[in-house]
């Protein structure tokens, strides 16, 4: 452990000491979570502007990028005549001529500016309107200190519209003679950075070049050479000083998109860090006490499947087998099954955990919502009974008497298999002896869950189903501790879903489809955001609208509602009915996302559908289209549409996979938004986005492979073994070597 906890003295110099920072200042870079000089050097430019040609004004080239310097002849905030929009305006010039600048909405940059001053000014050029205050453009006009325009060369004014800005405080240096402090800020590729009140982006830079000065030889690089080289990284040095203070002719695209050498450098390491730190996981689970060892051939799993209705897709075949190579080692298994909604994953759970049972361990499957953990046992019991298999459910919402008999069942191996919420992981939950412990739609659930269920048996193998597709790479370094099934073909005979977008002008045409498909004796579901259950006002909603339903709409077919903050007895009541065929239209809310399995419901309307992620709209599409006959998703949505909203209903009108359908969230919404980083277990990246560079993070994860299978303890590596501890020390005791 020693190695690992070696302290980082240099790095972790406190912000405060550094030249330049005071108490003050060191107060203010706490806020952005900077407190050492190490913080500092990670903290990144969010984006560089090219100053190393600093123009005259009289050679400004209108719609291009520029910077020039010059000297404030007049200011002032004018609000528009028609919409009031606060614009700061100015008018800049040198020797040359002069241009103006406005911000908008942005009034208080007035007392950041005086007349007389210096600044630089950096941002795309553009013509004025017509003459002064820009008659076209609604500005006001104003004085301006003349002056002449006939030191322009061209007969009219050119502008910058909320550009990048920097003021050269009196006393400093002129451009010309450039003491190394200025060139920090002018004549060459310069960072910016964000800004914090009271502290900007010049002050920042300063203070970052202060450290640099101060701390960059010190540094030193943890990758092993033969890593660096083979996949080409620059040295680690050389990559925190160029991503602040660029080399000249770096490529400034390339630096605003993260993607220089130098940010491909910091992003490998952030990456590698991650990767090794799962390494280290996935082999110190394999080295655990040993869990397990299941006999994966008695006939219980081939009587199962010969029971089943329908015969299993290669793909669930597949699936079953990885799972029986698992249970047969002694090494506790932990896997995660992959399957697009319907793929038909439960059944592979069940082989899985007949298995068990036949071993004479228990098996426990937790599911995210009553009404699935109930749906498993009831369509599950039938088959489990035949095989001699004895079953129970344990749910939160079960009376008291009730739940005191099946803990008791429980505790006394009664219960072989257990079908459950939540409740499972409960306090008051005794297994008699855990084998499999099987985590539905785990992206329900959170990391800690995990870990509790593992607790609750002696090492009990643990799989873990998720419909949500994520994309390879993402997997790789979400779940990089685990081993990762697809099931990657749908079962047979399905009909595609269409998917429509309707708004309320086409309600009527909408309600006649439902109509219709009823009328040929299918079932329907009307679905009501609710995105948070105890939110009161969305579940009035609902029950109002399925009132509505049933006396204006639909008097004549039977309709319930279905929602989570009903007891899950009634719950069970409806969803049973419902499965039956006894209710046409099931209103409900979110509670039906994941899981339902009705075949023969053929249409889902999905009312606010824009108040839906993508990944919840294409799960509450999966209740349908799991039969035969074609299916229908109707997207209603209120007017106007946010850009946003847009773009995910077209990728639902478009696609169905799965697959694509995540990645297109992905990319509209971004690695942080899609998977909540609280509730993945997901570090934050300082430089690395994980789908921009996806390639190096596939990288990243061989190299880590690799190194931790050649030095385990990577008691060849001191300075990466120390970095690795400091990086995933907070996080989930996730590394256990000593
Ligand atoms: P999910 O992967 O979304 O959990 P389910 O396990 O609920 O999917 O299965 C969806 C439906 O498909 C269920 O009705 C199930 O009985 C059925 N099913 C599963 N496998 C097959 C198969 N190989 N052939 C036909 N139907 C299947
Ligand atoms: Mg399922």
Not at 238 to 266: C, K, M, Y
């Amino acid at each position: 452990m020693d190695r690992f906890q070696k302290d980082r003295p240099v790095l972790e110099t406190p912000i405060q000491y550094i030249k330049g920072v005071g108490p003050r200042r060191r107060d203010l870079f706490g806020r952005i979570g900077i407190k050492n000089a190490g913080d500092a050097i990670y903290c990144l430019p969010w984006r560089y502007e090219d100053r190393s040609a600093i123009k005259k004004i009289s050679e400004l080239i209108p719609e291009k990028e520029e910077t020039i310097i010059g000297t404030i002849s007049a200011s002032d905030v004018v609000v528009t005549r028609r919409r009031g929009l606060k614009i700061f305006e100015m008018a800049v010039s040198d020797e040359t001529g002069m241009m103006y600048a406005k911000w908008f909405n942005q009034p208080y940059l007035k007392k950041l500016f005086r007349n007389g001053q210096k600044v630089m000014l950096s941002g795309k050029v553009r013509f004025r309107g017509k003459g002064v205050g820009g008659r076209g453009s609604g500005v006001k006009p104003y004085t301006l200190s003349p002056i002449p325009y006939t030191l322009h060369p061209v007969p009219y004014t050119l502008l910058m519209e909320n550009p990048g800005f920097e003021i050269i405080e009196v006393g400093e240096k002129e451009i010309q003679e450039q003491t190394p402090r200025e060139s920090l800020h002018m004549g060459r590729i310069v960072p910016v950075y964000h800004e914090t009140y009271g502290l900007n982006s010049r002050q920042v830079r300063h203070i970052i070049k202060e450290i640099l000065d101060q701390f960059l030889d010190k540094i030193i690089d943890p990758l092993p050479d033969h890593i660096t080289v083979e996949n080409r990284l620059i040295p680690l040095k050389e990559a925190i000083s160029n991503v602040h203070f660029p080399a000249q002719g770096t490529d400034i695209d390339l630096l605003n998109r993260g993607e220089s050498e130098a940010h491909r450098r910091l992003a490998f390491d952030e990456l590698f860090l991650l990767e090794l730190g799962l390494a280290i996981k996935k082999m110190a689970a394999s080295n655990e006490e040993k869990g397990v060892r299941f006999n994966v051939d008695g006939p219980m799993s081939e009587r199962l499947i010969e029971k089943l209705p329908f015969k299993p897709t290669n793909a669930q075949l597949r699936v079953i087998n990885e799972i029986r190579k698992d249970m047969a080692s002694h090494h506790p298994m932990n896997r995660l099954i992959q399957g697009d909604v319907g793929s038909g994953k439960t059944i592979v759970a069940i082989a899985a955990m007949v298995i068990a049972s036949e071993n004479g361990y228990q098996a426990a499957m937790m599911a995210p919502t009553e009404i699935l953990a109930e749906q498993h046992n009831i369509n599950m019991k039938k088959i489990i009974d035949s095989l001699g298999i004895r079953s129970c459910l344990l749910v939160n919402g079960m009376g008291q008497k009730e739940k005191k008999e099946t803990l008791k069942k429980i505790a006394e191996g009664e219960a072989g298999i257990i079908f459950g919420t939540h409740a499972i992981i409960q306090e008051d939950v005794r297994f008699k002896n855990l084998g499999l412990a099987v985590i539905d739609e785990q992206h329900k659930f959170g990391v800690m869950q995990r870990a509790t269920l593992k607790k609750k048996g002696y090492n009990p193998d643990i799989l873990i189903m998720t419909a949500t597709p994520i994309p390879r790479t993402l997997a790789l370094s979400l779940y990089g501790d685990l081993d990762i099934s697809v099931i990657d073909e749908l079962p047979p005979g399905r009909s595609p879903i269409e998917t429509r977008l309707f708004y309320e002008s086409k309600r009527d045409e909408a309600y006649s489809i439902i109509r219709r498909e009823v009328a040929k004796g299918r079932q329907a579901y009307i679905v009501y955001p609710l995105i948070e259950e105890s939110e009161k006002s969305d579940l009035m909603a609902a029950l109002t609208m399925t009132e509505r339903l049933k006396s204006n709409i639909f008097p004549d077919l039977s309709i319930s509602l279905i929602h989570g903050k009903m007891k899950s007895g009634e719950k069970e009541e409806v969803m049973s009915q419902f499965k039956e065929g006894k209710i046409d239209i099931l209103a409900a809310t979110t509670v039906v996302e994941v899981g339902i399995d009705v075949p023969n419901a053929t249409v889902m309307l999905i009312e606010h559908a824009e108040r839906f992620g993508l990944a919840q709209l294409h799960q509450l599409r999966g209740r349908v289209g799991r039969g035969s006959q074609g299916s229908y998703c109707m997207l209603m949505v209120s007017y106007p549409l946010s850009e946003e909203a847009k773009k995910r209903l077209s990728v639902m009108v478009r696609s169905q996979d799965g697959f694509l359908i995540a990645e297109e969230d992905l990319k509209i919404r971004g690695p942080g938004e899609f998977f909540g980083t609280r509730q993945s277990g997901l570090p934050e990246m300082r430089v690395a986005n994980i789908i921009r560079d996806a390639s190096l993070l596939e990288r990243a994860r061989e190299e880590a492979l690799k190194l931790i299978a050649e030095d385990p303890d990577l008691s060849s590596y001191p300075e990466l073994a120390a970095n690795l501890n400091k990086k995933w020390k907070e996080r989930l005791e996730l590394i256990t070597i000593s």
